[in-house]
């Protein structure tokens, strides 16, 4: 073994474990998941810690090399006030730009894979459709919904409620289900 390798080695050994069996942890191209454990494996004549990261909702594991977690954008749930941060964006007015959908559906996917709350409350926002007369595109409606379960899945992790509550209070944000209930209050007072 060449001493390049040994200081490698020693270097993996070493290495701050963030992480704990247990953690919920937000990865930015498949969201939340929970952390199972940290294992050490043997890849190429080197030990590797790895962490052991479920995605329950995807029926996955991913194992991560703890040195490259950093630099994968594995981290630690939201703090409350980005969550908040992302909540206003979500209220805030949507920011169509009248470029190719194309272009604009790459943007969008980057926004959701970067793992950032509130860079995904921007798409959403950008993307409701709650009192506009045009119909959403069968693709405008995937992105949609990806987002949605995205930032309900950390939102449901941190607040500890169902991931079917967070969504509800996220479209309850963006105006989603007022709307609905405010046409059947006007349906019922055409009936009256």
Known sequence: ?????????QTMANDNVDFRKGDYVVYPAHGVGQVEGIETQTIGGM??????VTFEKDRMRLKIPVFKAKTAGLRKLSSSDRLKDAMKTL???ARVRRTMWSRRAQEYETKINSGDPVAIAEVLRDLKRSNDETEQSY????IYQSALERLAREVAAVQKITEVKAAEQLEDMLGKKKDK???EDDVEKEAA
Not at 1 to 6: A, E, K, L
Not at 139 to 142: A, D, G, K, L, T
């Open 1 to 9: 073994m060449d001493p390049y390798q040994t200081e490698k080695v």
């Open 47 to 52: 030990e590797v810690k790895l962490y052991a």
């Open 91 to 93: 209220q805030g007015r």
């Open 139 to 142: 693709s405008e409606r995937q």
């Open 181 to 183: 209930a405010v046409k």
